[in-house]
């Protein structure tokens, strides 16, 4: 069982920046794919950014050149700076750690993990 946990929610203004952290229990942190969710109020939880073990990263469209996720392995701690907020950012952003095993002869199974959430307002 991996143990997530976000930090560094809050209420910011139009234009402003955050940084979340998200921690993952566990001696293969290197290995997760580490990812952001939000969940707006109405709205279905969306991607926002991911990092995979080799650093390798994908950004949602709707946060490219704002958003930017990075890791720290040593720290087990992800992290997702957040600049230029805008309103429409507001939502309760998730973390996510994904343990793939891979199986002799092909095949992978994917476990996800999921924190409790940390809210983010963008409002003046």
């Known amino acids: 069982q991996v143990q997530v946990a976000e930090f560094g929610g809050g209420m910011v203004q139009p234009g402003g920046s955050l940084r979340l952290s998200c921690t993952a229990s566990g001696s293969r942190f290197n290995s997760y794919i580490m990812g952001w969710y939000r969940q707006a109020p109405g709205k279905q939880r969306e991607l926002v950014a991911v990092i995979r073990g080799d650093h390798s990263v994908t950004v949602a469209d709707s946060v490219q050149g704002r958003f930017f996720i990075d890791r720290d392995n040593a720290k087990n701690t992800v992290y997702l700076q957040m600049n230029k907020l805008k309103f429409e950012d507001t939502a309760a952003y998730y973390c996510?750690?994904?343990?793939?095993?891979?199986?002799?002869?092909?095949?992978?199974?994917?476990?996800?993990?999921w924190g409790n959430g940390t809210l983010v307002t963008v409002s003046s």
């Open positions: 996510n750690a994904e343990l793939v095993q891979y199986f002799e002869g092909g095949g992978a199974f994917a476990t996800d993990y």
